[in-house]
């Protein structure tokens, strides 16, 4: 795979492109493997290991703080090595990891350190699979390509789901650690051996076209309460169920299907990225309320087609917008997405932080139904914020025009 075209080149090799985004998907899901086998297997592991629901939280926001502080660097280390190698490294991150808690860890304590070490795999990945989809894909496929991308969180949330019923109450939680450990082994030595340096980067570009830094960060604060309340979703989700009094099989078999609607509304909603000529900022406002809507029933489910009903909105529509949502931030700074990405994506981090500590301290404090009616008034929150965003935006626009008008609109 050469990653030293332009970014987004057009190509007239469809293999190569299919062969790109596999890659660039299959490195973000073993990335995140160790963090979401540990919310999915948590009523196993708690069990085993001794520790409250709190720190299940605690130690899923050390991974999230990690991968926040530790991203610039694996941008830095995906540029000097090349993609190739960089997702190789991310990838050995990922099986010490998995293949450390399954074999090593004893005690709570145990899992700090192998979660760390895939903490840093993450922060390689993301930028590693970035760097791939930017280099091969053609910019008319761009949404569909990061939709694809993005699939690939819930894709490791399906996986750990159906870990649940077929790993964790059969074998155990050690091997479902191990087989993930062995899939990440397949991948990384499926991966060229050789990879050329990519091109230096561009030098700052004007940014006359795009739009202040103010309307950025209202956007980021919009972004980060979104994540905040949604990203605990794969890490709850099955306690939450089964203290609503559902087997522990079923909510991780539920998680999976949940996880597996994700996965296709992620990629249709980049597809209507693709086509969409209106404010893409719109369709994300509408996405998140709907989804605050499904995480207040999840609060609420006590039969099973209220719980199917809850998981359809939550992770169909309420864990679907975030790939929708950076498209919308790269068309409304064309000059330089890339900053513009970054200063957004420093408040979805922070979301990660602070939601699975929010959700776990709630969670062991109140219940369930309390939980998550939180994460949906968080959720509405972000919903009411980005429609603020892009009222600012649009005055940000007018005051600049006509310049500033060339630089593609309210998102």
Partial sequence: MDVSLPVGAESSSSPRLFVTLIRASFATT????????????????RREL???????????????I????????????????????????????????????????????????????GSLGNAIAHPTANLSLARDIPVARMGFAFGVKQSAVPLASVLGGFAVPAIGLTLGWRYAFGLAALLAGVFVFSLPKTQR?????????DRTGDIAVAPLVILGLAGGLGTMATNPLAIFYVEGAVAHGFSAALAGSALALGSMTAIVFRVIWGLVADRWSGSRLTLVSLLTATGAVGLVLLGQARSLWMLGLATLLAFAVGWGWAGLFQFAVVKINPAAPAEAT???????????????????????????????????????????????????????????APVAAQGGGVG
């Fill in 30 to 45: 073993i990335a995140v493997l160790p963090v979401f086998l540990l919310g999915a297997l948590a009523v196993f592991i």
């Fill in 50 to 64: 001794g520790f409250s629901e709190t720190l299940l939280g605690s130690l899923v926001s050390v991974w999230y």
């Fill in 66 to 117: 990690l991968s926040s502080v530790t991203s610039v660097w694996g941008g830095r280390l995906t540029e000097r090595l090349g993609a190739g190698r960089a997702m190789a490294v991310a990838g050995m991150c990922s099986i010490v990891s998995l293949l450390g808690i399954a074999v090593v860890a004893q005690a709570w304590w145990h899992l700090i350190p192998f979660l760390l070490i």
């Fill in 197 to 205: 340096r990519p091109p230096d980067a561009p030098r700052r570009p």
């Fill in 342 to 400: 970054g200063i957004v994506m420093t408040f979805m981090r922070l979301g990660g932080i602070l939601g699975p500590l929010t959700i776990g301290a709630l969670a062991e404090r109140t219940n369930y139904g309390f939980t998550w009616f939180i994460g949906g008034v968080i959720l509405l929150c972000s919903s009411l914020m980005i429609q603020v965003a892009r009222v600012t935006i649009r005055r940000d626009i007018r005051s600049r």
